[in-house]
């Protein structure tokens, strides 16, 4: 691309279909309206680029927040932090506040920041093609659009992975994975069973434990659960953060702050004294809140805390102790047509079998096609396992860039936070080509390998290797999740290396 094309866009994009709005300038595609599609159409109409689209699969946009209706259902990061820097929200009701909220929060700053117009829905792309200088992009029902920048908002934890169950297809009862909750059931009369103990697992616990017929939960792994309570911000407080701004705005950046110096750092050095401190109130928590001793030693784990994603709940222990709550640590055999039969022989009768079983983290843009320069599939260079410099950059992908990409910061961080830092990063990139000092930029092999040796080497002092099994770790077990301290991340993200960039 030259400069020519970003301005003479006229010809080109007569050959796209009329769905897609056109404007003048260089064109963005941006795939996703989640959290991070909303976020890139606003940072880039603020810089004054208003030649976007955002290709949607759904009807509707909130990403995770729009998929994820199960009972109870909210986000463990504080919500002063899981809101953009730029919108703080004095309403939300909690501390870590319900998942429709936070749904409702998004769809206000995308209208608010007039960037709804850009959203083409039910528009899921099923092509990339990056020729002559420019991505072609095809979605669903033969739309078509041609752009000079591709945006992949499309997010981490959104392809769900069912279990491979002996006689899964004979259960006769109802059966979904907790990001496909079916809403129009009613569950109060109804014997429950749970696969799995992640913090979906045990947000659905907390929520439905005491109210349901019966709700047995299945446990492969104990996991470590970390006590916080969730308090309410009535009235009085939401009066003044509405009257305070700036009081928004430093509870964020000090939140922030706290995130960054405490856990973020801790869980990347296995030996830290914040582990260690996890470790210990994870412990006070399982001794103190479970009465029971057997059922205390079932819930205890074998592992580190914070090995696999800490999970944190207010109520955990105390909703696995109500009436009709089951806690079963006998593996699963098979699913029959009443119900899950255990290998110690017995059958948990049931009408709902919910598989709260995590997601293909390793997914990430697939399964859609996309082909770089030359015509190289993405599938084929990712044929292993997916990987990009910094998380934003693939080699041989030019001006295509990747919020929330493999590598990155996740767990229990506000990927808001992560988005935004990698958002500003990436306009640095786009003005290399926007300033005329190259047609294309996307980073060298060498720096992605480079960046892959010294995150598998950092890696091995984080408390992700400790032993356990988690969704953080490869098909090698190595972590895929960034492994430095959040300053780090922070300090990468103020200004691309430049010489890490192929620049044409
Ligand atoms: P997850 O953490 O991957 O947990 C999956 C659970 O299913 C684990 O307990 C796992 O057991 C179990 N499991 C998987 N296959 C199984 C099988 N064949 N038989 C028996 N058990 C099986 O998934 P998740 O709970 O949905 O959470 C995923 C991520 O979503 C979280 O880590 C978090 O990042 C995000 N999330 C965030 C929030 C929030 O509040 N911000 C809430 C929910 C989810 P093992 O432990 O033995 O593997």
Not at 240 to 265: C, I, K, M, Q, T
Not at 352 to 363: E, K, L, R
Not at 368 to 385: E, N, Q, Y
């Amino acid at each position: 691309m030259n400069n020519t094309s970003i301005n003479d866009t006229s010809t080109k994009q007569s050959s796209t279909s009329e769905f897609a709005k056109q404007g003048t300038g260089p064109r963005f595609l941006i795939i996703g309206a989640g959290m991070a599609g909303i976020l890139a159409a606003i940072k880039l109409q603020e810089a004054g680029y208003t030649n976007m689209c955002v290709y949607e699969k759904a009807s509707e946009l909130g990403g995770t927040w729009r998929e994820n209706t199960y009972p109870g259902v909210a986000c463990d990061v504080p919500s002063q932090l899981y809101s953009y820097s730029f919108a703080p929200n004095p309403e939300w009701s909690h501390f870590f506040s319900p998942g429709n909220e936070i749904e409702a929060y998004l769809k206000d700053v995308a209208a608010r920041f007039d960037v709804m117009k850009y959203i083409q829905f039910n528009a899921e792309v099923t092509r990339l093609e990056y020729k002559e200088g420019r991505w072609h992009l095809q979605a669903e029902g033969g739309k078509q659009d041609i752009g000079d920048f591709i945006i992949a908002a499309t997010g981490v934890l959104h392809h769900p992975s069912y279990p491979d169950i002996k006689g899964m297809d004979d259960f006769e009862g109802t059966s979904f994975h907790s990001a496909r909750w079916d809403d129009t059931i009613s569950l109060e009369d109804k014997r429950i069973g749970i696969i799995g103990t992640g913090s979906t697992a045990v947000q659905i616990v907390s929520a439905l434990g005491g109210k349901v017929k019966e709700l047995n939960v299945f446990q492969r792994t104990a996991q470590w659960v970390l006590k916080v309570e969730n308090p309410t911000l009535d009235e009085s407080d939401k009066k003044r953060y509405r009257e305070n701004p700036d009081e928004l705005r430093g509870l964020h950046d000090s939140l922030s702050r706290w995130f960054s110096d405490n856990f973020a750092n801790a869980v990347v050095d296995a030996d830290s004294e914040m582990v260690k401190l996890m470790e210990k109130l994870c412990v006070q928590n399982l001794e103190e809140n479970i009465e029971d001793p057997l059922l205390r030693e079932k819930l205890r784990p074998n592992y580190r805390a914070a090995c696999k994603r800490l999970v944190i709940s207010p109520d955990f222990y105390e909703a696995i102790q109500r009436p009709g709550v089951n806690l079963v640590t006998s593996k699963i055999d098979r699913i029959e047509k009443n119900g899950i039969r255990t290998v110690d022989g017995d059958l948990h009768e049931l009408d709902i079998i919910v598989y709260a079983t995590g997601f293909h983290v390793d997914a990430f843009m697939r399964p859609m096609g996309v082909f770089g320069r030359d015509g190289v599939s993405l599938a084929d260079v990712w044929h292993d396992r997916p990987s990009a410099y910094l998380s934003i950059s693939i080699p041989g992908f030019p001006n295509l860039f990747m919020l929330n990409g493999p590598n990155g910061p996740v767990g229990n961080f506000s990927l808001i936070e992560v988005a935004e830092l990698q958002f500003d990063y990436i306009m640095q990139l786009i003005d290399q080509v926007l300033s005329g000092k190259c047609s294309e930029i996307s980073a060298t092999k060498e720096a992605l390998e480079r960046f892959d040796e010294e995150r598998i080497e950092a890696a091995k002092k984080t408390v992700w290797v400790t032993g356990c099994r988690s969704w953080y770790l490869d098909d090698r077990g190595i972590p895929a999740a960034w492994p430095w301290t959040f300053d780090r991340f922070r300090e990468e993200m103020a200004a691309p290396k430049l010489p890490n960039y192929e620049k044409v």
